[in-house]
């Protein structure tokens, strides 16, 4: 990235013609995960980009630029109702295994994130003010926020203390119980990946400075963005009260749990010769 920032600064020490461009991106957005028994549906994505070409030959640039993005989709189990154990410690110091049972839990995601691409561009003019675009390069993805919106029906709680053999389901003043109409944020801890772009599209002049760029795109993540430490229980231990429960995410379950993004869609873009 140094060298790459580095090698753009000496393009531009030399006076190497630049192309400024703006522009929105939209689609696919999929989060995809491995953690099983979860499903997820809706998957949108949209970017909005600025960034610089500067051109090496008449055919060839290298361009770079900041994006800001954005992921939405929903994640629920596979089935209407779910269960899932986690080992929990109440106030005592004592451990336990904490059950959460749900019905019709679904969480609500967004992810927000700076991306910072660096690619090369081929371009060549196939009829009068029409140029024909290909773009490969490599972004890196940097997670700003990752929200939980997470709702269910029905939240139940129980505990089981293996020690004395202790099984404990309606003591709501020690966070043991039923709650129903459930709602509650959270957010996944996260980290940076790089992704690999494509693009394929065609620049349609619109004057003597200014053109229209359309494009299809491809996007694709190495690496996980989840930055988990522990294993937690989805649905958080409240140990005062069955209410106020943190939602923690159907991903938090497994902290080993791999989230990798791939994108494709649509980019539209103003360029400024």
């Known amino acids: 990235m140094k060298k790459t920032i580095l090698g753009l600064v000496f393009l531009i020490s030399q006076g190497i013609s630049a192309q400024l461009y703006v522009g929105v991106q939209s689609g696919i ?32 640039g290298v361009g770079t630029g900041l994006e800001f993005s954005q992921y939405k989709q929903e994640a629920s189990f596979m089935n209407y109702s779910g269960k899932l154990s986690s080992f929990e410690v109440d106030p005592s110091t004592s451990a336990f295994q904490y059950e959460v049972t749900t019905s019709g839990y679904n969480e609500k995601q967004t992810l927000h994130a700076l991306q910072i691409p660096v690619f090369f561009q081929y371009k060549t003019n196939i009829n009068k003010g029409i140029d024909f675009n290909f773009r490969a390069g490599a972004k890196y993805f940097l997670p700003l926020k990752y929200k939980i919106d997470a709702k269910a029906e ?36 996260t980290k940076g990946v790089f992704m690999s772009m494509f693009e394929l599209g065609f620049t349609f002049d619109m004057g003597a400075k200014n053109s229209l760029y359309a494009a299809m795109f491809l996007e694709n993540g190495y690496g996980s963005i989840l930055d988990q430490k522990d294993d937690k229980s989805f649905i958080g231990y409240n140990p005062t009260s069955v209410s106020d429960r943190k939602a923690n995410g159907l991903y938090s379950k497994d902290k080993d749990a791999k989230l990798r993004l791939v994108g494709f869609g649509v980019t539209l873009g103003w360029n400024f010769k």
Do not use: M, W
């Not at 028994?37 to 980009?49: C, P």
């Not at 939240?155 to 203390?161: D, N, P, S």
């Open 154 to 189: 029905s939240v139940k709680g129980t505990a089981y203390y293996p020690d004395v053999n202790l099984f404990i389901d309606d003591l709501p003043q020690y966070g043991f119980g039923s709650q129903t109409n459930y709602a509650a944020t959270g957010e996944y801890d």
């Open 29 to 60: 957005g999929n989060i995809q995960h491995d953690v099983s028994g979860v499903a997820t549906a809706n998957r949108l994505g949209a970017a909005l980009k600025v960034g610089y070409i500067y051109s090496l030959t008449s055919h060839i």
